[in-house]
């Protein structure tokens, strides 16, 4: 009995070594399967280099309306949020005062406008006597003073009439230029007082339209550097092109320029102030809007980028799969800087005619044979503007 049972223990075991050097031999033959792969062998090129920002908009030409005479508001004479013209009545205050000063003015003028004639005639009056010897200089002075009197008198009356005409015209507020209106401040029966508190509505210009937004220090200081290393080319003087980027995610059909950018920094954000304008003949964007402004013209010559499907993320850094001359998978550290399109911009761990695993490198480890199915330049656009996102290990 002992015998048998020894006997079926050895088999045992023989069968137990079979089974574990053959899962041995199986596990080596994974280890060893090539992995089919889709490499981009890397070419420098030229590529735009675009800068985004976060802007808002705002009115070309904005007029607040003050009123310029005291008086009650007896009519507001717009539809507040409306598209007003040139011309067009924005508000009433009540005339009877003006009308009544004006009529005054008209009187005091005519009045002496009578002395001036009474003071003319009296000169001429005396100007024969005078050669005649009938009346005597100071007779005569005297004539010629109060006609010079009367005429000034009458100087000032036209002045007075002038100035009550003037403000008779200003109880009715017109539009001084074509936009949008705001909403009116005070409604009718309101005494309002002209002063720098009595403001009434704003009138604001939407075409062209304006967009400011802020540049941090830093993104001056590293195209000032970008530049002087040749890495990065700014447009001849600087002339960008302008496109917005709405809040739906639309894309503004207009593009703009920049017209102003500020000779300092701010202080308190350490950023510097940028306009630029755009067309806005439907009148679609309205002052106070959010959107993304993007900066188009500047290049970067001689440029290496991989898409973003090839870029991994380990502990040590980012990193990429090369193959050698063996086909075999080999870990390469690299330094990324910007986007372009789905891909980053290297700029360091990389050099010219390296091919970098962009398909199937999750399946591969240092040191893995691979199965090339498709080989393409970097500079094919199915690979800057369709890769995957950034895959983190």
């Known amino acids: 009995m002992f015998s048998i049972l020894k006997k079926n ?78 011309g067009n009545s924005l508000f009433q205050l009540d005339p009877r005062q003006y009308i009544a000063a004006l009529d005054s003015a008209k009187g005091l003028l005519s009045k002496e406008e009578a002395i001036l004639w009474n003071a003319r005639v009296t000169r001429e009056r005396l100007e024969p006597l005078y050669e005649k010897r009938a009346a005597s200089r100071r007779d005569l002075d005297n004539a010629i003073a109060a006609q010079l009197a009367a005429e000034a008198s009458v100087q000032t009356a036209k002045a007075n009439l002038v100035e009550a005409e003037l403000n008779l015209s200003y109880t009715t507020i017109l539009s001084p230029i074509s936009g949008l209106s705001g909403r009116a401040k005070f409604r009718e029966g309101t005494l309002i007082t002209p002063g720098e508190n009595a403001l009434l509505t704003t009138i604001s210009v939407l075409d062209p339209i304006w967009v400011d937004f802020n540049v941090p220090s830093n993104d001056i200081l590293r195209s000032r550097d970008q530049v002087g290393k040749g890495l990065l080319q700014f447009p001849k003087d600087k002339d960008f092109d302008m496109q917005l980027t709405l809040a739906d995610g639309t894309t503004f059909p207009y593009k703009g320029k920049s017209n102003f950018a500020s000779p300092t920094l701010d202080e308190r954000t350490g950023t510097m102030l940028v306009r630029a304008y755009f067309p806005n003949p439907e009148e679609t964007l309205k002052p106070g809007e959010f959107v993304r402004v993007k900066a188009i013209g500047a290049v970067r010559p001689n440029s290496l980028f991989v898409p973003q499907s090839a870029v991994l993320q380990s502990k040590s850094g980012t990193i990429v799969y090369l193959l050698n001359d063996e086909n075999k998978a080999v870990m390469q550290p690299i330094k ?58």
């Not at 920002?53 to 005291?70: E, L, M, N």
């Not at 080989?375 to 995957?388: C, K, Q, V, Y």
């Open 9 to 86: 223990f050895s088999l045992l075991f023989i069968t137990s070594l079979l089974f574990f050097f053959t899962g041995c031999e199986k596990e080596k033959e994974v280890i060893v399967r090539h992995v089919k792969v889709s490499v981009v062998k890397i070419e420098p090129q030229t590529i735009p280099a675009d800068f985004e920002f976060v802007g808002f908009t705002k009115s070309s030409h904005p007029v607040d309306i003050y009123a310029r005479v005291q008086g009650y508001l007896d009519k507001i004479g717009y539809i507040e949020g409306d598209m007003v013209e040139t």
């Open 336 to 393: 990324v800087g910007e986007w372009y399109g789905n891909s980053w911009v290297v700029q360091s761990g990389l050099k010219v005619g390296d091919r970098v695993i962009v398909e199937g490198v999750n399946k591969v480890q240092p040191g893995s044979l691979v199965d090339i199915t498709k080989e393409l330049p970097s500079t094919d656009p199915s690979l800057i503007f369709n890769s995957n996102q950034v895959t983190h290990l």
